[in-house]
């Protein structure tokens, strides 16, 4: 019985979510098969990897030991894998890649429909989240690149910036604001707006940018995710603020996209890599394909929301 790369991707993703389950999810597996790969690496490494309780899982001292030599050997064997897939040139590998939510759930369908046309042998595996985890996973090499908002000041990670997603008030047709062309940042305070907050870069820059501008923040609801905002302004329970974006996905002809002026603001997007890593073949063209693509697949988008 030996340890296998399979059951080190295992060991890393239960350390990084801290869950069984959501695990197996991002590793298409289900929750008894991660389980007997733990256990069987922790009965050939005759201690416990994790310490856990009903609410709670952590990384034993043990774990904590072997958590970032587990690291190093799967980006060793990533890279080899690439390596040897695309020394034919067929572009036959896994390009691992991250983005942030507002671009998987609107462009990146279209995108990487698109190249899987131009190469069918390619695959792909995606972790998506907020610009924070796609700056951590690009930090950390877990992935080759990401599509990202623009690092902190001080970062050392590279920035190619595609696009700016403008900032915009998503209304349902019950609301009072439905019938306005255009917005400020003053009128959007005199009423409750539901906003992304938490670790989101996106709610950060907003309220920066507000203070800077001497605005004062939107009163309402703050949560964590998109799929809840989208789901309360599709029921008309409340107008959000969202980026242009993410506007896009909400359903029906009940929803209008309202710009907000004084000031305009926008979320940087663009291409988030590691300093001096060499992209594999696979994941060079991608990024050449997502360098194209986006600007126009984002123009379509506003033009859509505003005459929409």
């Known amino acids: 019985m030996t ?17 069984f389950s959501l695990a197996a999810d991002k590793l298409l597996v289900t929750s008894p098969a991660i389980t007997r790969r733990i256990k069987k690496m922790e009965e050939l490494i005759g ?3 994790f310490e856990r309780t009903t609410h709670m899982v952590r990384l034993s001292p043990a774990g904590e030991e072997l958590f970032p030599r587990a690291e190093q050997l799967l980006r060793e064997f990533d890279a080899f894998e690439t390596v040897a897939m695309t020394m034919s040139g067929n572009r036959s590998t ?27 042998a390619c695959r792909f595996d995606l972790q998506d989240g907020h610009g924070t985890i796609v700056h951590r996973l690009v930090e950390e090499q877990v992935v080759e690149f990401g599509i990202g908002t623009r690092p902190a000041p001080g970062s050392n990670l590279n920035f190619d910036h595609l696009i700016d997603d403008p900032i915009v008030a998503a209304v349902p047709r019950s609301d009072p604001l439905f019938a306005a062309q255009a917005l400020d940042w003053t009128e959007v305070a005199q009423h409750d707006f539901m906003i992304l907050k938490g670790e989101s870069s996106f709610f950060g820059h907003v309220e920066l940018e507000l203070r800077h501008a001497g605005k004062p923040m939107p009163p309402g609801i703050r949560v964590r995710d998109v799929s809840t905002l989208l789901g309360f302004v599709e029921q008309g329970a409340s107008p959000i603020i969202v980026t242009g974006l993410i506007a896009s996905r909400c359903r029906g002809p009940g929803v209008k996209a309202i710009a907000i002026a004084d000031p305009v603001l926008y979320n940087a997007l663009g291409i988030v890599t590691y300093p001096n890593r060499q992209l594999s073949t696979a994941a060079a063209d991608l990024v050449a394909h997502i360098r194209e693509a986006l600007p126009r697949l984002h123009n379509d988008i506003l033009d ?3 005459t929409g």
């Open 47 to 49: 201690e416990p990897l």
């Open 94 to 120: 896994t390009i691992r890649f991250a983005s942030v939510t507002s671009v998987a759930g609107s462009v990146l369908p279209q995108m990487l429909a698109d190249f899987h046309d131009r190469f069918p």
């Open 3 to 19: 340890i296998s790369i399979d059951d080190l991707r295992a060991f890393l993703e239960i350390a990084r979510t801290r869950s």
């Open 304 to 306: 859509r929301i505003q």
